[in-house]
Every structure is written in C-alpha cells, then in structure tokens.
Antibody, heavy 117, light 110 residues
Framework: QVQLVESGGGVVQPGGSLRLSCAAS????????MHWVRQAPGKGLEWVTY????????YYADSVKGRFTISRDNSKNTLHLQMNSLRAEDTAVYYC??????????WGQGTLVTVSS | QSALTQPPSASGSPGQSVTISCTGT?????????VSWYQQHPGKAPKLMIY???KRPSGVPDRFSGCKSGNTASLTVSGLQAEDEANYYC??????????FGGGTKLTVL
C-alpha cells in the first residue's frame, strides 16, 4: 500500500531555515510527480510546489517562490522541501502528496512547521 | 493564483442530498477538466474523492458525484450519512504546472 511519511517539522525563528523530508513506499516513486501542499492552522489547503517524476523542472506557488526549493532522490524514494527565509505566514502542516494526473491521490500524515520567535 | 470560491458551510439531514459549489475562472476550473475534490476529517489528512471532474477513485462510494458547468464545479453527496460530516475542498489545475484550492466547505449532517 502507498505510504508517505513526512518528517523534519518543528519550531523555527522568522528568517530561519528548515528542511522537510518525505519517505515514499508502496509504489514506483521514480515514475510519479510529487507535490507539497500546506494547511495553516484552522485554514484551507494551499498548493506549494510540484516536481515531475525525473526532477527535470520545479514549480512553485508565488507565495514561496525564491524561498523554497523542492528536490527528490529517486534512489532513496525520498522527497525534500528546503525552506529558507521563513515567515510567520509559513506556519502550517505540510503534506507530501503523490501526483495523479492533475490531482493528489495519496497524502502523508503531515508535519507541522511553526515559525515564531 | 487566487483561491477558488466555495461556500463556507453546507448541511443536510441523513438520507438527503447536498451539493457544494466551487467557482473559479476560465484560467482554472473553466479552462480544464481537471477539478478534484477532497474530504478531510478533523486532524486527518485529506482524501481524494473525485478527480477529473466526475471520476471516483476505487473505494469511494457512488453517493459522491461531481460535475462542472462553465467556471463552476459541484460536488453532490447523496444519501447523506453521519460519516460524511467533514470539510470538503475543491482543487483545479490552473495551467503552467500550478494548482489552486478552494477555501473549503464544512459539511454538517444534521
């Protein structure tokens, strides 16, 4: 069965950095694009970033462009999100999700990132 | 990218049907047949319920259906059950490898 397990969340000061990881299993990771989607406390879902199966390109929401970097290691079935210059408004649960031709068919349990001084 | 517009709440009694709307623009909902819907119970991860406007993943009851007209997509839940009470989010592909979500609708089963 498909499993996505995020890690790396925590508390960080404004302006700081954090690196999230997502360990994938139960499917051929190297064949699928992957996304990060976030959800601020008590708020709705927000698409953050997408990387195709081969990592050839990377796409970002305007709100994180230039600060966040998505990457993947197909040899280790792992997805990453490097977050720099963090702001209070980046506080959210970050979900790793599997791409399913324009939708998100499997989600991890999420990891909480809190940006606070 | 602006969020899609959903009503903040919807409700219905057990056995009834309820429809949730999702309004976007010709650049997202109206421009592609790539609208999807997600169910999220409190404290849980979202679950895909509908993709490509009308398709149901394996295991999703046929009580859930989707459609689209112009820039507005809709999710209908028929034969409401207590376990359907949750937050529902629509999403659409918005071109250039960007996606957008709706603000979410809290469905209450009375």
């Amino acid at each position: 069965q498909v499993q996505l397990v995020e890690s790396g969340g925590g508390v960080v000061q404004p302006g700081g950095s954090l690196r999230l990881s997502c360990a994938a299993s139960g499917f051929t990771f190297r064949s699928y694009g992957m996304h990060w989607v976030r959800q601020a406390p008590g708020k709705g879902l927000e698409w953050v970033t997408y990387i195709p199966y081969d990592g050839s390109n990377k796409y970002y929401a305007d709100s994180v462009k230039g600060r966040f970097t998505i990457s993947r290691d197909n040899s280790k079935n792992t997805l990453h999100l490097q977050m720099n210059s963090l702001r209070a408004e980046d506080t959210a649960v970050y979900y790793c999700t599997k791409d399913a031709r324009w939708s998100f068919d499997y989600w991890g349990q999420g990891t909480l990132v809190t940006v606070s001084s | 990218q602006s969020a899609l517009t959903q009503p903040p709440s919807a409700s219905g009694s057990p056995g009834q049907s309820v429809t949730i709307s999702c309004t976007g623009t010709s650049s997202d909902v109206g421009g592609y047949n790539y609208v999807s819907w997600y169910q999220q119970h409190p404290g849980k991860a979202p679950k895909l319920m509908i993709y490509e406007v009308t398709k149901r993943p394996s295991g999703v009851p046929d009580r859930f259906s989707g459609c689209k007209s112009g820039n507005t997509a809709s999710l209908t839940v028929s034969g409401l059950q207590a376990e359907d009470e949750a937050n529902y989010y629509c999403s659409s592909y918005a071109g250039s490898n960007n996606w957008v979500f709706g603000g979410g609708t809290k469905l209450t089963v009375l």
